[in-house]
């Protein structure tokens, strides 16, 4: 299953195991997965972007970001997946563990996009 819009078969050995009309749409879901953060809330713990790519590409987006997240049932505990579309970050999924805590969710992304370590 494409692994961005969960509708349709994937490519075999695509990059991001995307459907054709995704991979052509130049859609990404990019993971995450968050943990407890030290004043509280949550803080990004892995992720399948460095710090770095995330706060070169996407800390602008999420900056402006205006969506709610939302939760989707394929996510594990503690997942989050950014859905970007080439510059454009078009939504943002949540475990159904982090439902209720929509707002905590965007402030930890925003934070780990303002981080300039080298590794998660
Ligand atoms: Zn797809």
Known sequence: M???????????????????QCAKSGRVAFRLRLGPG??????VKAGELSPHALRQKWRVPLEGFKGKPTVKQ??????????????????VRIAPDL??????VTAALR???ERSDSSW
């Open 99 to 104: 439902g209720g805590h929509e707002e905590a």
């Open 38 to 43: 030290r004043g509280g809330g949550y803080a």
């Open 2 to 20: 494409c692994r961005v819009c969960l509708k349709r078969p994937e490519i075999p050995d695509e990059r991001y195991g995307r459907c054709e």
């Open 111 to 113: 934070d780990a996009a």
């Open 74 to 91: 394929h996510l594990g505990l503690h997942e989050v997946e950014l859905v970007t579309a080439k510059e454009r970050l078009e939504s």
